[in-house]
């Protein structure tokens, strides 16, 4: 029996992926899966980017806003809620489209990775963050590259809950993170189309610097403190790219200009890394992001029909 077709759109940040979508949902009777790890915080609006009401045009969206930032969501969790929305789209007739940047979502779905549940050891988590206190997080980045290069070739020496996990789980299981997954990859239940936008990398680095202006300019610090005063942890919310850097500023350790300029270096560098993350699949169209967002709709929709 022939699987039903799914379209994935990924790519770096600021690349044009939600217009894109849209655009193309409008086009082919299609609702929008966001596979975006920030943007399924609640409150957090600004900082990830998220498409407003007006932007979204009338088409659903699903995956966004669906947890507090005080709560901890795994990738086993989006996995199951967006195969979810996946199969709710198809029964009512309509085309998925699965659009993000956050390439471990799109993995974990497109080759159906089952992650055994892992429990957080709260007691080895603490020694972890004693040791970042003391040492800094390069000496556990270096630790978790001896225990796992391959997993680690991924992750950013920033990425502090990626570096972390890469050690939990070694630590709980034996085993790394890489033969984890190697054992976990199972047939795919749908046909999924993967499109990636590529840009030019000055292009891309000049629309991340103003995106984060204009992120700046419509309150980004006063939402990092509304969300502040309104909750006492952040697991990992407040680790998000944009976040940390004004926790920094609010706690003094840095400026406001110095907090401005280490977002959009960290967003920029975070793109490369959203890049090289996509162009290791085989099977990826690849879409000009200096294209006419109607050219590649036509482009998505040719291959959507033909494939």
């Known amino acids: 029996m022939q699987k039903q077709k799914v379209i994935v759109i990924g790519g770096p940040t600021a690349s044009g ?19 975006d790890s920030m943007q399924i915080y609640k409150e957090m609006d600004i900082g990830t980017a998220k498409p407003s009401k007006e932007e979204m045009q009338g088409i659903k969206h699903y995956m966004l806003s669906i947890i507090k930032p005080d709560k901890r969501f795994s990738v086993a969790e989006y996995k199951l809620q967006a195969k979810k929305a996946i199969k709710e789209i198809l029964e009512k007739g309509k085309v998925p489209i699965v659009i993000g940047g956050t390439g471990l979502y799109i993995e974990t779905l497109i080759y159906e990775i089952e992650f055994p549940e892992i429990e957080t050891d709260l007691e080895y988590r603490k020694e972890l963050e004693k040791v970042v206190e003391e040492k800094g ?4 980045y270096n630790k978790a590259v001896e225990i796992d290069k391959h997993a680690m070739e991924k992750i950013s020496i920033n990425d502090k809950k990626r570096i972390l996990r890469v050690l939990e789980i070694y630590h709980k299981t034996g085993k790394t993170k890489s033969e984890l997954e190697a054992n976990s990859k ?3 239940e749908y046909d999924y189309k993967l499109f990636a936008i590529n840009m030019e990398r000055e292009t891309l680095y000049d629309r991340i610097n103003k995106r984060v202006d204009i992120m700046l300019e419509n309150g980004l610090v006063e939402e990092v403190k509304k969300i502040i005063q309104r909750y006492k942890e952040f697991p990992t919310a407040m680790q998000g790219l944009g976040y940390k850097e004004v926790v920094e500023y609010l706690q003094e350790t840095i400026s406001y200009e110095q907090m401005k300029e280490k977002i959009k270096q960290e967003t920029r560098r975070y793109a ?12 990826i169209t690849w879409l000009d992001g200096l294209n006419e967002v109607e050219k590649n709709v036509e482009t998505i929709i040719k291959n959507y029909n033909n494939g």
Request: glycine share 6%.
């Open 272 to 283: 490369k890394r959203q890049l090289t993350w996509f162009r290791k699949y085989d099977n």
């Open 137 to 140: 997080l390069q000496y556990l």
């Open 17 to 35: 992926k939600t217009g894109l979508s849209i655009e193309l949902a409008k086009k082919i009777n299609g609702e929008i899966v966001s596979a």
């Open 186 to 188: 199972k047939e795919p």
